[in-house]
């Protein structure tokens, strides 16, 4: 096939075209011969050092590790040569067997059926407790961010750490930041939701990613949080919040949460509610609430809002935000009873 | 396909032998295994075209203009096994205003350096027109203009980040890391202050520079691990007023700049092979000067009893946790947190208009979250899990204002008690005090080899110390104050009847009932009316979620997932002077329904295509009714609803062994009848775009639909 029939080929089949060309390869897998599972005696080691007694088997001609499809791990278990475990200059760097244990009935197992699993199994509906599982990988990474993983929700509630993690892969995509999400939203469906709303973060485009805010591994501070508090992990990029201010506004000062869903919302800016009926959860002063003064409540009509006025500033635009414009605190110390107590300059 | 493995093996077997009798050379020879042990590296470029804008859903990925953009992607990995160093780089989205790379060069286990830099853009949506002028200076001059007379300003942001990153092991347990961030933001942000008679447009001129500096030693032992070090954060923004002339000028200030210093220990140790303890002790100091702000207002705007103040800020961090695995079966867990964030900023007055003067307006909050979990194996199916949380959170109290204190109220009831210390807290009550006590249980249980379910609970009660009433017309209780119980429930469930079929389902339901929010009724106004506490009455929040996937065969995959979420509040509102009908109810909601199907394969064994398709729906509902006003029941607010659909194509034609064609296919389609930046002509007949008041003119306007497909081909060389 020339290469612009090539080309062709594709565009015919990203339409859709592709579709009826379906290939059968799991009724030809059928009809393949079964295989000697009987590790090669001749075996010499591939990636690891003593990796023989496992990669006499588990070579280039295995199946896949089950973690993943045949699109992406095939054959899986050589695949661990590409990641920093497969470095064999590295003097940490394991073998087979400090993960996966001995694992002797399986590994001296005779004949063409299943062999039994090995010790230590980390595939999905593995016998393997959690804990079990876990403690492999902290055996080593128990230093640094990994430090309070015991502590940790995700700990507490039988997450491991290949859960999330393919260690059989040159591409662990929960490391990188363009399909990370997605593997978080594998449990945090709720967040899934939330990300797709008008108002969210860039981690649809792959500009930010969950763990740009969140310690998965766990963290000594709320929520697992990258930093202790949820207003320390905002300020590392919306620095200019942080004040002190001469005039601070105390729900600001308190939690950025109390006004802003980060993960997404309807409102704009990540706000969990619109103005004005999000300020209205703390304010309803002797002033405001007057339908002829600016920032009343939204008035409704058979049609819909009012028009244009000073009744409806609240509701439209940046809502109490278009007057009240530093709502985040305020420095300025003019002298005229306008400036930073009320936010308004 | 297995046929052809087994001989594979066999090879591979063959070549490994050569290798152990004639060397690297017959090892070499073996591209299978090496193709399959070596890290892989590739480059492509290629080129798009979009025939549309697309102004909301553009706004993060550089691609909101129509038009051509040139594709240039990177992913290099080289290892040089025999010393494992590896050189590293990056790029993605070259050729758009999103672009990011990162280079890193290392040796595992000794040292490394990396570098990354990334651009963020952020796009505004709308388009603005107006007759302000100056925009992009600190000095603006509202000019009135008719609504649409002006001249159209584009608004955007960009954020372009520079990270580096150093690490060096001075031992198998001893690391010293070094990170420093560097992010300089710049660009144009819609803005406005109130002019004294209404909202006045504005345009933030956004120039600023933030650095985060990190250096911290880890040690890691067999049983100890320590993590020591000092972290370090400056904010400086070039610009500290904004003067908008309307024509009077009108000072408003911008962020000031503020550092923060931070020296923080962590440690862990494990007592037992089945117990660990881990600790946290942090303090930071936070301070903020305005002395730039006040060298650039006009002098005699400024008090002269005022001279400036140094804010500064505490806060001190402690966290102490055990956990154990008592038994095989029993594992207990233990934790306790503690922060102190002391706002040592000075109390002073810094203007003497109005009377009494504005003071500042420092917020310390000492918080305890405690926690105890304990996880029970029933058997080897079969989980119980349960907690209980203490948080505790004490606020300062507002300084005193002893020249105005506040009216008492004839009846107050509940728990309500005259803040005879404050009155610079306007309007707001004001709790020193809330304590929330949650219980949590969960039963995991694997129904069948491919069945597991879970059923959890959670029940929270949030109250605390009286409230300061602070004005005699405000009865809310805030919302982050407020009394409230909060029940959840959840249901998940994961099925795997094969190997080839998983499905999850999710159901969550969260119900917060805020009680006598407010003293209806309770409380008796100067003028004799009886008022009603507002603010938040109840919540829920509903969650239900249903996943499939299926492995057609070796060479297709389906996966579909499916979400519904709901949010809805009820709170009330006061309107003092709207005669008989002071009281609102709104009902709002939050409605989302989410829909993704996603499939790929392979056709061929050189051609893999996917198609994606991306749906969303969302509902805001702002219903109001008036409660004493039967005639006037329906106020309703307009929904709001945004939908998104994302329907892409791709495939991937292997050319050879190394190089590949892909083209992808996609159409955007948004809509929305947000009617944030419109509103209603004065004879309500129609909705027009929103226009600032008489002084300006301004005009914000966007679309209600976009669409827009796009086409991109690249190609791929692997190596």
Redo the contacts between chains.
């Keep these: 096939m020339k290469q612009w029939q090539k080309i062709l080929a594709v565009v015919a089949a990203s339409a859709g075209l592709g579709l009826l060309a379906t290939a059968t390869p799991a009724l030809a897998a059928a009809d393949a011969p079964k295989r000697n599972l009987a590790a090669d005696p001749a075996a010499k080691d591939l990636i690891l050092k003593g990796d023989a007694k496992c990669t006499g088997c588990h070579d280039e001609a295995d199946e896949p590790t089950g973690a993943g499809t045949m699109l992406e791990l095939n054959p899986g278990v050589l695949a661990i040569g590409k990641t920093k475990h497969g470095t064999r200059a590295d003097s940490r760097t394991p073998t087979c067997t400090d993960c996966h244990g001995e694992s002797d009935k399986h590994r001296l197992h005779k004949g063409s059926d299943k062999p039994p699993v090995v010790d230590r199994s980390f595939r999905k509906g593995t016998k393997t407790s959690a804990g079990a599982r876990s403690d492999v990988c902290t055996t080593c990474h128990k230093g640094g961010s990994k430090m309070f993983w015991a502590m940790s929700t995700h700990a507490a509630q039988d997450v491991t750490c290949s859960n999330c993690h393919q260690v059989h892969s040159g591409k662990d995509k929960v490391r990188d930041k363009v399909s990370q999400a997605s593997v978080c939203y594998t449990c945090h469906k709720e967040q899934r939701t939330m990300m797709s709303k008008p108002s969210r973060h860039p981690v649809q485009e792959g500009k930010m990613s969950c763990s740009d805010c969140h310690s998965p591994h766990g963290s000594p501070g709320q929520k697992q949080l990258a930093r202790a508090t949820v207003n320390e992990t905002c300020y590392t990029c919306h620095m200019e919040k942080r004040g002190p201010f001469l005039n601070n506004h105390q729900p600001v000062s308190e939690d950025c949460g109390i006004c802003h869903n980060p993960h997404g919302t309807t409102a704009p800016n990540l706000l969990k509610s619109r103005p004005p009926f999000l300020c209205q959860e703390c304010h309803e002063g002797g002033n405001h609430p007057s339908s002829s003064s600016p920032g009343g409540l939204p008035i409704a009509t058979a049609a819909g809002f009012a028009p244009s006025g000073r009744g409806q500033i609240a509701s439209v635009g940046r809502g109490c935000v278009n007057c009240h414009t530093n709502v985040h605190g305020s420095n300025n110390p003019i002298n005229n009873g306008t400036s930073g107590d009320r936010f308004l300059r | 396909?297995?046929?052809q493995?087994?001989t594979?093996?066999k090879i591979?077997?063959m070549s490994?032998?050569l290798?152990?009798v004639y060397g690297a050379t017959a090892f070499a020879a073996d591209d299978?295994?090496m193709d399959?042990?070596?890290?892989?590296s590739s480059v492509s470029a290629g080129v798009s075209f979009q025939n549309n804008d697309r102004k909301?859903l553009g706004i993060?990925?550089g691609r909101q203009e129509n038009g051509g953009n040139i594709l240039l992607d990177a992913d290099i990995?080289k290892?040089?096994?025999?010393?494992?160093i590896?050189n590293t780089l990056r790029i993605?989205d070259l050729g758009l205003d999103?672009r990011e790379f990162d280079l890193s060069h290392s040796r595992?286990?000794d040292y490394g350096v990396s570098f990354e830099y990334?651009r963020?853009p952020r796009e505004f949506a709308y388009s603005v027109n107006t007759g302000l002028r100056g925009i992009g200076t600190t000095n603006q001059t509202l000019t009135v203009v008719a609504p649409g007379a002006g001249s159209n300003v584009e608004l955007r942001m960009q954020?372009d980040r520079y990270t580096l990153k150093l690490n060096k092991f001075f031992s198998?347990s001893l690391?010293l890391?070094m990170n420093y961030r560097q992010?300089e933001k710049k660009g144009l942000r819609?803005?406005?202050?109130?002019s004294?008679a209404?909202?006045a447009f504005a345009v933030e001129p956004i120039n600023?520079t933030?650095r985060?500096f990190d250096l911290n030693l880890?040690?890691?032992g067999k049983d100890l691990?320590l993590?020591g070090g000092y972290y370090g954060?400056w904010?400086d923004?070039a610009n500290s007023l904004l003067t908008l002339n309307v024509p009077a000028a009108?000072?408003?200030?911008l962020?000031?700049d503020?550092k923060?210093y931070q020296l923080y220990l962590?440690?862990?140790y494990a007592i037992s092979p089945a117990t660990?303890a881990?600790?946290?002790l942090?303090r930071t100091t936070?301070t903020?000067n305005?002395q730039s702000?006040?060298t650039a207002?006009p002098a005699a705007?400024?008090?002269a009893g005022?001279g400036g103040?140094t804010?500064?800020?505490v806060t001190t961090?402690a966290?102490l946790?055990v956990?154990s695995?008592i038994t095989d079966k029993l594992?207990l867990?233990a934790?306790v947190?503690y922060?102190d964030r002391k706002?040592k900023?000075p109390h002073v007055a810094?203007?003497?208009?109005?009377v009494p003067p504005?003071e500042?307006?420092?917020?310390s909050?000492t918080t305890w979250?405690a926690k105890l979990?304990a996880?029970y194996?029933v058997d080897?199916g079969f989980?119980l899990?349960g907690?209980v949380y203490l948080d505790i959170?004490e606020?300062s109290l507002p300084f005193n204002n002893l020249n105005n204190p506040p009216a008492a109220p004839t009846n107050a009831g509940g728990n309500w008690t005259v803040n005879t210390v404050s009155a610079t807290?306007?309007?707001?009550p004001?709790r020193a005090k809330n304590k929330e006590l949650t219980f949590k249980g969960q039963a995991?249980k694997t129904l069948l080899?491919e069945l597991n379910g879970s059923l959890a609970f959670a029940h929270s009660k949030r109250d605390g110390s009286n409230f300061k009433w602070t004005?005699?017309?405000?009865?809310?209780n805030?919302?982050?104050m407020a009394n409230r119980d909060r029940d959840k429930v959840g249901f998940k469930m994961d099925w795997?009847p094969s190997e080839i079929v998983s499905v999850q389902a999710?159901i969550?339901h969260a119900k917060d009932d805020y009680g006598r929010n407010g003293l209806w009724g309770d409380y008796t106004a100067p003028n004799g009316n009886t008022l009603w506490g507002?603010?938040?009455r109840d919540g829920s929040a509903k969650?239900f979620?249903l996943?499939a996937s299926v492995?057609l065969?070796?060479?297709?995959?389906l996966t579909a997932?499916y979400?519904r979420?709901e949010s809805k509040?009820t709170?009330y509102?006061?309107?003092?002077?709207?005669g008989t009908d002071p009281q609102?109810r709104?009902n709002?909601a939050?409605i989302?329904d989410?829909l993704g199907i996603g499939v790929?394969?392979?056709?061929?064994a050189?051609?893999?295509?996917g198609?994606d398709l991306?749906w969303?729906k969302?509902?805001?509902q702002?219903r109001?009714s008036n409660i004493l006003n039967a005639a006037n029941i329906?106020?309703?607010?307009?929904d709001?609803t945004?939908k998104?659909l994302r329907l892409s194509?791709?495939?991937?034609?292997q050319?050879d062994k190394k190089s590949s064609?892909?083209?992808?296919?996609i159409h955007d389609r948004w809509q929305?009848d947000?009617?944030?930046?419109?509103?209603?002509?004065?004879?309500?007949t129609a909705l027009t775009p929103?226009?600032?008041?008489t002084i300006d003119g301004t005009r914000?306007s966007g679309s209600s639909k976009q669409t827009a497909n796009s086409v991109a081909?690249r190609y791929k060389y692997e190596f």
Excluded: C
Aim: proline residues 3%; glycine residues 6%.
């Design positions: 396909m297995k046929h493995k087994t594979a093996f591979s077997s490994v032998a290798m152990a299978e295994v399959l042990i070596t890290p892989k909301q993060f990925d990995k290892r040089d096994d025999a010393t494992g590896w993605k999103s595992q286990g990334t963020i954020r198998g690391e890391t992010e819609n803005f406005g202050t109130y004294g209404q909202a600023s933030t985060q880890n040690y890691v691990q993590q954060s904010y923004n009108l000072y408003v200030a962020p000031p503020n923060a962590n440690g862990a660990r881990t600790m946290r942090a936070a903020q305005d702000l006040l207002l705007s400024v008090w005022y103040v804010a500064k800020l961090e966290q946790g956990s695995r594992s867990l934790n947190q922060n706002d900023t810094y203007n003497n208009i109005p504005d500042t307006t420092p917020h909050f979250n979990e996880n194996r080897a989980k899990f907690g959170k606020r807290e306007r309007e707001v004001y995991t080899d004005d005699q017309m405000n009865l809310i805030p919302l982050h795997s999710q969550d507002t603010g938040i969650l979620s996943d492995k065969s070796d060479s297709w995959q997932w979400s979420d509040a709170q509102a006061y309107q003092a002077n709207n609102r709104a709002l939050d989302g989410s790929k394969g392979k056709t061929s050189n051609l893999m295509i198609a991306l969303n969302s509902v805001g702002y109001q329906d106020e309703n607010l307009p709001i945004n998104t194509l791709n495939g991937t034609y050319l064609v892909r083209v992808d296919l929305s947000d009617w944030t930046w419109t509103m209603w002509n004065n004879a309500q929103f226009a600032y008041g914000v081909v």
